[in-house]
């Protein structure tokens, strides 16, 4: 009979935890596209390069009742044109038409620092930011004497990054890191040396924001490599380490499929086609 009562105490106990756990929100930012981008573009070694494959773009927000975290912040539109890519929604205009104040969020994560995904540090003026310490190492040191592997990044952006860091705003963490209850990030290096991905615990289990760890579904279901990368090892290896930390293949989200739009419901409060609420599950037919 004790040990029946312990059982009991426990299984309460355990229900009383889950019960207190954060379950967030996953709000997925599609601000941009480029419509021309090609197979050869995306893969290596692909036997249709001329193929069209266009590439969306994504930032997101994590959202637990009066908590939020910003994950990337997306491009600037002078970059984006720079580089052929064109921008369809201001990321700090959506923030506030989901209700947040860009002035107010007070934490941010960024997976990498290529240009897609610094582009609007200054409207998060009182956020504190967190990146990989492997990715600052990288921007700031002798790699970035070959034009192959700085070529994603913008100077003025590291700088940035720099100031952040003098100022107290900016903490560089290692390979596994606690954000906060149920949002954690992990290394995966491969795109960059120090890319992460995002865990997220949500109503439908726990999700992995890839970020460009995976650009595209394919990547992940062929086990190919992406056609920009640090280490080509690391990359493939990533893989796994995604399939470990999500739920299921279905609970794993790339950063650059127009499938994205496809598979997850849309916010009823915003344009047409701008945001999609991955914590939901996919619809009816859309799941990978």
Known sequence: MREVTMMTKQVRDLEAMTANEVIWEIHAIRYGANRGRTRGDNFILET??????????????????????????????VKAARHGHGIEHSPVEIWRSLGIDPAAVDTAILTHAHYDHLGHLDALENAHFHMQAEEMAYVTGPWMQRHWFRRAYAPDEISRLVHLLHSDRLTL??????????????????????????????????????????????EYERGIPFSVAFNLSDMIAGHERIRALADTDDHVVPAHDPRIALIYPGSDQQPSGSVFRLDLPPLPGGAR
């Open 48 to 77: 249709r390069p001329t193929e069209l494959m266009p590439m969306d773009f994504y930032c997101w927000v994590l959202r637990a009742s009066e908590q939020v975290i910003v994950v990337d912040t997306g491009m600037d539109p």
């Open 173 to 218: 963490h290692g390979r596994d890191q606690d954000i906060a209850d149920g949002v954690s990030v992990h290394w995966v290096g491969g795109h960059c040396a120090g890319q992460e991905v995002v865990r997220v615990r949500t109503a439908r289990g726990w999700v992995v924001l890839a970020s460009d760890a995976l650009h595209y579904y394919e």
